[in-house]
């Protein structure tokens, strides 16, 4: 019989320690390949590479490593390398958390989710920055995708998988929160008297409302988050917050 195939990639680069530790997990129940970006590409969302060349180097048995994003290597890698539309579209596990609105701005966040544009079932897992035994922590995110390869989520489905700095056996499912940062945009000086920037602050914090990804992980259990992927407020298609003057609304029925 053949196994159930399961594509995995990260936003850390190929030789991140977190994803060869998983993707050695998964091989126990499912036929693995690796397409990862053979270089750090964190916070690269969902970008894709369309105006340059890209450039894949056979790094070991069914690991290849990517001159370009995150979301190039599932793209690639499901239509170029795959014999077959992978079940399970693995990324990680990142080295820090994905949390709340990090889901916006991760890679490893987007590489889950071209993989449920393309029909398998996308799962994200990340990992406290520091972890003290990241190996066993690793072991969680390993079940979750045994789970939902035993047992076929829909095609398109998309599970955040978050994992405390200490390992926990409890797990929780959960909504997205709301993680704070200390926003920030730091100007400097190059060597020749120009000013250049620097974005993002490091975190600060999280709105603690029950049941979220940020509390779940804040009282030191596992974090399950599925989303989808249909971002239209199909609330405010209902009740349009305005009408427009000098034009007419059509009066459509949604889908
Ligand atoms: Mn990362």
């Known amino acids: 019989m053949t196994r159930p195939l399961v594509l995995c990639s990260n936003d850390d680069g190929v030789d991140a320690p977190h994803l060869n530790a998983l993707a050695a997990l998964i091989e126990d129940f499912a036929d693995v390949l690796v397409v990862a970006p053979e270089r750090q590409r964190s916070a690269a969302s969902h970008a894709i590479t369309l105006h340059k060349p890209l450039r894949l180097t056979e790094v070991g048995p069914r690991r290849f490593a990517l001159s370009g994003t995150p979301v190039d290597c599932v793209y690639l890698g499901i239509l170029k390398l795959c014999d077959r539309v992978p079940a399970v579209v693995v990324s990680g596990v990142n080295d820090g ?19 449920a544009l393309r029909g398998a079932a996308g799962i994200a897992c990340s990992l406290g920055p520091r972890a003290e035994d990241p190996d066993r922590a690793i072991r969680f995110a390993a079940a979750v995708v045994r789970a939902a390869v035993a047992e076929p989520m829909p095609a398109g489905t998309v599970l955040n ?25 730091s100007e400097r000086r190059d060597p020749r008297g120009r000013p250049y920037y620097w974005v993002g602050g490091g975190p600060a914090g999280h709105d603690d409302v029950e049941g979220t990804d940020c509390v779940a992980i804040a009282r030191g259990w596992n974090s399950i988050t599925p989303m989808h992927l249909d971002l239209t407020d199909r609330g405010r298609v209902d009740q349009p917050p305005w009408a427009l003057e000098g034009f007419h609304v059509v009066v459509g029925s949604p889908p």
């Open 161 to 185: 998988v978050n994992m405390p700095k200490t390992p926990s056996d409890g797990y929780q499912w959960t909504v997205l929160g709301r993680r704070l940062y200390a926003d920030d945009v």
């Open 97 to 115: 958390y994905n949390l709340g609105s990090d889901v916006f701005y991760s890679g490893t966040v987007a590489a889950a989710v071209e993989g």
